[in-house]
């Protein structure tokens, strides 16, 4: 098991970690501190609630965690490893240690822009962060957002589908999906791209988490882009830190009268720079990335081809104005399979692929079972006789390991 006495620190640390990178720095790691709690005094550590947690918190507690992550493959990156993004220690509360699924993307050497948006976003919004992103994404850029409704997600399916690069930053921990409607995307991002989250895996998604994952966001990235923001927009604390930390926020400008466009227009009058293409953003960064392009001068010439996505733009919106329907995993340039004449003579059984059942738990190689045809979480739970939560909390751990996907009508099944 890795990384214990990290995760150790990380519980104690909670939401204040910048007391104790004092204390990782006097003891050398995370063990140091453990072993020298006791010794901690007042003038180390001010809070005495701190200092509390410093004597309190069991290790065994960060044992199991670091058990959990090995069986589920989520890999941990602590703040005194060498791939620890070094660009998080501009934040005022870094965090300590990091869960990850995915490959993390080299955030020194490449540019990383953060996009944020409103969940009730507007064809407009939609329209433009996917022709943005896209350039981005296929301009070599990573696209660093938070898997939230609306803005996020259109960001994250536009990189994804420019076959680029994109990293979620969620508000939880990797045994829940928040939004629920997003749980096939983070799979998605599992497996192609990259799920990033300094809380433990069993944490649920409670409102005061998203502002500290916004400031990851921040920390993270060169710039941000900000698509569409009303008033009091979570955008704002992303674009907030943003500037604190010396990164540059870039602003999509919008009407005067739109009230998805008050706190983005505020933001340019306050000194952001508004953008209407990738290419503005891009140019800024040229000197030091030295971008290439195999679609020509990126500030003369767009790599989106509007005829070929604006269905998917359409698409998507639906998707992310309701998160209901099935999942729009279609490739932009996958090309339609052409049918045999005689169907009925040519059309074969397509070959279940064999599944891994290694690193199952019971209850998780029973659901599998099960799943050999569609089934909704109310109908695996009566089969089984388990509590319908349990049943939830394994599906959405099948769905990271792609094993298992949900369909539509509340559905799931397997991944073939």
């Given at each position: 098991m890795a990384h214990i006495y990290d995760i150790w620190l990380?519980?104690?640390?909670?939401?204040?970690?910048?007391?104790f990178l004092s204390l990782l720095n006097e003891y050398g790691d995370a063990r140091?501190?453990?072993?020298?709690?006791?010794?901690?005094?007042?003038?180390?550590?001010?809070?005495?609630?701190?200092?509390?947690?410093?004597?309190?918190?069991?290790?065994?507690?960060?044992?199991?965690?670091?058990?959990?992550?090995?069986r589920y493959k989520i890999g941990i990156v602590s703040i005194k490893d060498e791939d620890y993004p070094r660009s998080l220690l501009s934040l005022k509360d870094p965090p300590i240690v990091l869960y990850y699924k995915g490959k993390l993307p080299d955030f020194k050497n490449r540019l990383c822009?953060?996009?944020?948006?409103?969940?009730?976003?507007?064809?407009?919004?939609?329209?433009?962060?996917?022709?943005t992103v896209y350039d981005l994404a296929s301009a070599g850029a990573v696209i660093v957002s938070g898997l939230a409704k609306g803005i996020d997600g259109i960001c994250h399916f536009a990189a994804l589908d420019s076959g680029g690069d994109t990293v979620a930053v969620i508000g939880c921990g990797f045994m829940h999906a928040y939004p629920k409607g997003h749980r096939d995307l983070m799979a998605t991002l599992c497996r192609e791209g990259c799920v990033i989250s300094e809380f433990a895996p069993e944490t649920t998604p409670m409102p005061e988490n998203f502002p500290r994952r916004n400031r990851i966001i921040s920390g993270?990235?060169?710039?941000?882009?900000?698509?569409?923001?009303?008033?009091?927009?979570?955008?704002?604390?992303?674009?907030?830190?943003?500037?604190?930390?010396?990164?540059?926020?870039?602003v999509l400008p919008g009407d005067a009268d739109k009230s998805n466009y008050l706190a983005s227009n505020r933001l340019i009058h306050d000194g952001a720079s508004a953008f209407t293409s990738a290419s503005d953003i891009l140019a800024e960064y040229d000197a030091k990335y030295r971008f290439s392009y195999s679609c020509g001068d990126v500030t003369k010439k767009h790599f989106y081809s509007r005829q070929r996505n604006d269905?998917?733009?359409?698409?998507?919106?639906?998707?992310?104005?309701?998160?209901?329907?099935?999942?729009?995993?279609r490739k932009l340039d996958k090309k339609p399979s052409k049918k045999p004449k005689d169907t009925a003579e040519k059309q074969t059984v397509?070959?279940?692929?064999?599944?891994?059942?290694?690193s199952m738990n019971e209850l998780q190689k029973k659901i599998?079972?099960?799943?050999?045809?569609?089934?909704?979480?109310?109908?695996?739970?009566?089969?089984l006789g388990v509590p319908v939560s349990d049943v939830l909390t394994e599906l959405t751990m099948l769905e990271i390991m792609g094993v298992a996907t949900a369909k539509a009508g509340g559905k799931y099944g397997r991944v073939n």
């Open positions: 990380g519980l104690v640390a909670q939401t204040r970690t910048a007391p140091g501190v453990y072993d020298n709690a006791e010794n901690v005094t007042s003038s180390d550590l001010p809070l005495q609630s701190a200092r509390r947690r410093l004597l309190t918190t069991p290790l065994q507690k960060a044992e199991e965690i670091s058990e959990f992550c090995d822009v953060g996009t944020v948006g409103t969940r009730r976003l507007s064809e407009y919004g939609a329209k433009m962060a996917y022709q993270l990235c060169d710039c941000i882009a900000v698509f569409e923001a009303p008033a009091r927009s979570g955008a704002l604390i992303t674009a907030s830190v943003a500037e604190d930390i010396g990164r540059n926020v870039f269905k998917r733009i359409e698409e998507l919106f639906e998707f992310e104005s309701t998160l209901g329907g099935a999942y729009p995993s397509k070959e279940e692929r064999p599944i891994d059942t290694g599998v079972d099960l799943l050999v045809a569609d089934m909704t979480s109310d109908d695996i739970s009566d089969s």
